[in-house]
């Protein structure tokens, strides 16, 4: 089954900054990438996905990049803020489309 | 106008005991999931339903049985609870079995004593 790997497991930035979270997977047939953001309390919220016919994709302050050859995607937050403050998961859809696998999380602290 | 809404929010119970958590979404989906957090806040897949059908069952003991009354409704009853079934449980839905936004509903903290 599919396996995804995401680093790092905790990270703390500075207002302002940049935050960068990567994630593997191991199916190559998955085709659907989303992010998600938890806060505390919370459910997984979506902030982010991407197909695996594009490379790149943008919103705002946050961006998800994709490389298929490599089985690598990132999520990049710039200019932080406090408020960016949570777990964040990355995650993989297989290729029934019927399950998402996800990744081990990233706790994000943003320092004002 | 809560979109996946989960019941009870926080449940305490003692092992042995015999519970359910129920799920309700408003969204039309046809595809409902549970998902397990352990303490780590790792999120595992347990069971996933499209039109009241189970399609997914990830190796999760027996002793958990979803139920699937209709395809706005996924509830989840647990029988002899141990220790380690403490963990927060969500409940998710997305439009359909493929590659579309699943939906996470607030959580279930259960906690077994």
């Known amino acids: 089954g599919e396996n995804v790997e995401q680093h790092p497991s905790t990270l703390s930035v500075q207002e302002g900054d940049s935050a960068v979270i990567k994630c593997t997977y191991s199916?190559?047939?998955?085709?659907?990438f989303p992010w998600y953001k938890q806060e505390l309390g919370k459910g997984p919220q979506l902030i982010i996905d991407?197909?695996?016919?594009?490379g790149e994709k943008k919103d705002q302050r946050i961006a998800v990049t994709l490389n298929k050859t490599a089985k690598h995607f990132s999520l990049h937050i710039t200019e932080t803020q406090p408020e960016d403050s949570a777990v964040y998961f990355c995650?993989?859809?297989?290729?029934?489309?019927?399950?998402?696998?996800f990744g081990g999380g990233t706790r994000l602290m943003v320092k004002p | 106008d809560t979109a996946v809404s989960q019941t009870p929010k926080y449940l305490v119970t003692q092992m042995g005991n015999d519970k359910s958590i129920k799920c309700e979404q408003n969204?039309?989906?046809?595809?409902m999931y549970w998902y397990k957090q352990d303490s780590k806040k790792f999120l595992k897949i347990m069971f996933s339903?499209?039109?009241?059908?189970?399609?997914i069952n990830e190796t999760v003991p027996n002793r958990f049985s979803p139920k699937s009354p209709d395809k706005a409704h996924l509830n989840l009853h647990i029988n002899s609870l141990e220790l380690g079934d403490s963990a927060v449980y969500f409940c998710?839905?997305?439009?359909?079995?493929?590659?579309?936004?699943?939906?996470f509903g607030q959580g279930t903290r259960l906690t077994v004593v």
């Open positions: 991407i197909r695996s016919n594009v």
């Open positions: 995650a993989a859809r297989n290729n029934a489309g019927n399950m998402l696998t």
């Open positions: 969204l039309g989906h046809d595809t």
């Open positions: 199916d190559s047939a998955s085709n659907y």
């Open positions: 339903y499209n039109n009241k059908e189970l399609i």
């Open positions: 998710a839905s997305s439009p359909t079995a493929g590659n579309t936004e699943a939906f």
